[in-house]
């Protein structure tokens, strides 16, 4: 003999919201205003100096943010005559450890290269 499936509860179980009722046998759905907000995003910037070899920066926005080698050479001459230069945009942690790890690779390296970061 086949088994029935079980039919689903008349009422929502404990805890889940159900929706208003307008006392006259209608079900009102509310409308919900958007409670989603983007997490603030982060722009990680290069800073020129007279000191740091371009093929240095150009490794930097190879290896740190995936820049093919056309664009990243793109970016270094842009910081090298405009003083700055945007790298990639993140969220507040991914911004940060970029900007730590770059420290830390121009340091070993013996460069003065400046990284900073900025809310976009
Ligand atoms: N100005 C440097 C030079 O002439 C090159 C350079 C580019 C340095 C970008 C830092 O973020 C920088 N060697």
């Known amino acids: 003999?086949?088994?029935e499936p079980p039919s689903p509860p008349a009422t929502p179980p404990?805890?889940?919201?159900?929706?208003?009722d307008d006392g006259q046998g209608a079900v009102v759905v509310e409308r919900q205003t958007a409670k989603v907000?983007?997490?603030?995003?982060?722009?990680?910037?290069?800073?020129?100096d007279?000191?740091?070899?371009?093929?240095?920066?150009?490794?930097?926005?190879?290896?740190y943010f995936?820049?093919?080698?056309?664009?990243?050479?793109?970016i270094m001459l842009k910081i090298h005559h405009e003083g700055r230069g945007v790298c990639g945009v993140f969220s507040k942690d991914?911004?940060?450890?970029?900007?730590?790890l770059v420290l830390a690779a121009a340091r070993r390296g013996g460069h003065p290269l400046q990284c900073i970061m900025e809310a976009a």
């Open 1 to 3: 003999m086949p088994v």
């Open 94 to 100: 991914v911004a940060a450890t970029k900007v730590e």
């Open 50 to 63: 007279d000191y740091t070899p371009m093929e240095f920066v150009v490794m930097v926005l190879q290896e």
């Open 37 to 48: 907000v983007p997490p603030p995003m982060y722009q990680v910037v290069l800073l020129n």
């Open 66 to 74: 995936k820049r093919d080698l056309e664009t990243a050479t793109q």
């Open 14 to 20: 404990e805890g889940v919201p159900r929706p208003p």
